[in-house]
């Protein structure tokens, strides 16, 4: 481009192509092209035209036709649009001359159709000035690199493109190719053939081909360019190898000295530590730069992406899978290699996942990223597709009697022999659960889905953090993690001050216990509560008498603990009940009672209890409902250790509180919790 030059217009008004690399480009006319069919130039001056026969800007040159002639289009640039429709329609062959802008509908369609694709380094000396107003400006300030794309047939299918380099350097190549994808298109199609949604297949396989949109609507004319976290310093030796795997790997274009893209945005980057392994894992902040709040602002990437909600399968539903398969059950899990690398993204949002590395040079990434608003419900897509694929296989449905997938996690239950057939459960069924293995691993190869993280045929794996024990029917925390969750809750017990994204962490890891340690949940809304008070994610957050409390009971919690607990759903089934104990409590607005095993109590509430229950109405009797059995728990709570417990009410709310381990309202939420310390 000249001088002042934008995206919408073209240099044909102040400059033309030097004739010696005009001559050069001729050269590449596709094979079979007789020298003598005369030439069109459909947008020219006088003084620039290529061909004898030519059309100015100003002529209407969409009007002819122009197929049968081998065109040569330089085209002012918001003109590319309909030039790319009209060579089409027309299945017109020629040279095209546009500027390198990769975010278009337009330059991928001309990467797809050309025979070769020829880059024109931005070297003034490639220009000449067709005016006098031209040869004022100044080429040096031409920096943008053009290219020109050949073809015998413009409507033509996608084709193999050969690439020449006309003073470019040969990694400017990355900028001209279709987007990589490890997916093989034929299997997809025919496996997925008889899946109900053929809007969510078609959108899939045309993202294998052409890359997926990431669904953002805000400008693209601009460039942006920030500075990094401080991590990427930090890990700056350890970020690097990671990028440069990235750039062999496909799924990064770079490095480039200037920038590659005229409207390119690089999103702050960094690195995070992993908790339990020595690794670094690259970081891309897209919702740069923020609200107050922490929530991406509106000139983010993010901020111009609309949220989608999607919803995984939880632990839990994987624990009443095992309960229905009965102990024994054999499991083993795999999950996705770089799940979301595997997703390419499509030309014109390339620009959007711009880098800037520590040594200033540019990069951005042509597959889905981690941080991406739009990237799980993408990926989800794409997992759901092969978990789909998976569950429809003939072979499988013979072997496997239960699959569940958490984003790119997968797990399969193989029943023991005796309970597949319906008699007393016998021993575990290595055979099939080995062919079911020896099946996905084969599937997957076809598929071209990279998997790796194996774990089984075995009655225990770990599956998403958690030591899953079908035997026993039990899950556990790894022992590393719990020694690391006991030594971090140490200092916490003391803090009074702390950052948000600090707490964030913190209800991060109670959660995860939560996992294991249900009662745990009653004791995590007091953190959430704190963390809600402040908005800024930097902001510094006032810890409460009651956060420290809450503290000092997880950690007295763990250190008692062995780091096991029974599947509350195996305990809950039919069969447990029968050496169950169980208690009775009731309430009315004049007082509470109980009985246990013989034992009752029968007790009037006082005027303090009846205004903690008192409500604008009246009485909140799921409050009082909570109460008795927290009476209950205090007067019989020592004869329960090692035992199941069924508690019999006649509350519905009450009897959601206690197996949430959570209320809404702060007096209950307060009952809960002393039910939960109670025990």
């Known amino acids: 481009m000249y001088a002042g030059a934008s995206v919408d217009d073209g240099p044909f008004e102040q400059f033309a192509l030097h004739p010696l690399l005009v001559a050069q480009l001729q050269s590449l006319r596709p094979e079979g092209d007789e020298p003598d069919v005369p030439r069109r130039d459909w947008f020219a001056s006088p003084a620039a035209a290529q061909a004898r026969c030519f059309c100015t800007p100003q002529e209407d040159a969409w009007s002819l036709v122009w197929h049968g002639w081998l065109a040569w289009v330089f085209a002012p640039f918001r003109q590319l649009n309909a ?30 159709v050309s025979a070769v694709v020829a880059f024109i380094a931005p070297d003034p000396l490639n220009l000449v000035p067709v005016s006098q107003s031209a040869a004022a400006t100044h080429r040096q300030d031409w920096v943008a690199p053009l290219v020109a794309f050949v073809s015998d047939d413009f409507g033509a299918a996608a084709r193999s493109t050969s690439v020449l380099h006309i003073g470019l350097p040969a990694r400017t190549a990355q900028l001209f190719r279709l987007p990589r994808c490890p997916f093989v298109l034929s299997e997809w199609e025919l496996r997925l053939s008889s899946h109900p949604d053929r809007a969510l297949v078609s959108r899939v396989l045309r993202g294998i081909v052409f890359g997926r949109s990431l669904g953002y609507s805000g400008q693209r004319l601009e460039h942006r360019v920030t500075d990094n976290l401080k991590s990427e310093r930090t890990y700056a030796t350890q970020l690097a190898a990671a990028r440069e795997k990235e750039y062999r790997s496909g799924w990064r274009c770079g ?78 899990s795999f999950d996705v290699v770089s799940a979301y690398k595997q ?52 072979q499988l449905r013979s072997s496997i009697d239960a699959l569940q997938r958490y984003v790119d996690d997968l797990l399969a239950i193989v029943y023991s022999a005796g309970r597949r057939s319906g008699v007393t459960p016998g021993g575990p069924d290595y055979g099939r659960a080995l062919a079911a293995k020896a099946r996905i691993c084969e599937l997957a190869r076809q598929l071209g889905m990279p998997i790796d993280k194996l774990q089984g045929p075995a009655t225990s794996i770990t599956y998403l953090g958690v030591n899953v ?56 809304q007091v953190a959430y509560r704190v963390m809600c008070s402040v908005h800024h994610d930097r902001g510094h957050v006032r810890l409460s008498a009651a956060f420290r409390h809450d503290m000092r009971w997880w950690l007295a919690c763990l250190e008692e603990w062995s780091g096991s607990s029974i599947i509350r759903e195996h305990q809950l089934s039919v069969g447990a009940f029968e050496g169950a104990l169980h208690v009775f409590t009731d309430a009315c607005e004049v007082g509470q009672g109980g009985f ?71 007096e209950s939420q307060a009952l809960v919790r002393a039910i939960a310390m109670s025990l």
């Open 343 to 394: 997703v390419p993204v499509r030309c014109e949002d390339w620009h959007l996942q711009g880098a800037r590395g520590s040594d200033g040079s540019f990069s951005f990434s042509t597959v889905l990223e981690f941080g991406g608003r739009s990237s799980v419900s993408i990926w989800d897509e794409y997992g759901g597709a092969f978990e789909f694929m998976l569950r429809t296989d003939a």
């Open 469 to 524: 024990d079908s035997a026993a029917m039990t899950l556990a925390i790894a022992p590393e993690r719990l020694a690391y969750m006991r030594a971090h809750l140490g200092r916490w017990v003391h803090l009074r001050w702390c950052r948000r994204h600090e707490l964030q962490s913190l209800i991060g890891l109670l959660e995860f216990l939560c996992r294991v340690v249900r009662p745990g949940r009653a004791f995590v």
């Open 83 to 112: 030039v790319s429709a009209k060579l089409s329609a027309e299945r017109c062959a020629g040279t095209v001359i546009a500027p390198v802008v990769p975010s278009t509908h337009w330059f991928d369609h001309f990467v797809r």
């Open 596 to 666: 246990f095993s013989g034992q009752w109590f029968s007790l009037e509430w006082s005027a303090d209890q009846l205004a903690h229950a008192a409500r604008s109405v009246r009485l909140a009797m799921p409050f009082l409902e909570l109460f008795a059995i927290l009476s209950a728990c205090s007067a019989w709570g020592p004869q329960w250790r090692g035992r199941l417990v069924v508690v019999h009410t006649d509350c519905e709310p009450a009897q959601a509180a206690v197996q949430r381990h959570h209320s809404d309202v702060s």
């Open 255 to 332: 490095p480039f000295v200037a920038m590659p893209l005229f409207n390119l945005i690089t999103s702050p980057t960094g690195g995070v530590l992993h908790r339990f392994k020595n690794k670094v894992r690259p970081i891309i902040d897209l919702s740069y730069p923020h609200l107050r709040n922490g929530d991406p602002g509106p000139d983010s990437v993010n901020g111009q992406i609309a949220a989608v909600h999607v919803s995984y399968a939880s632990l839990g539903e994987m624990c009443a899978r095992l309960v229905e398969s009965g102990p024994g059950a054999l499991l083993f």
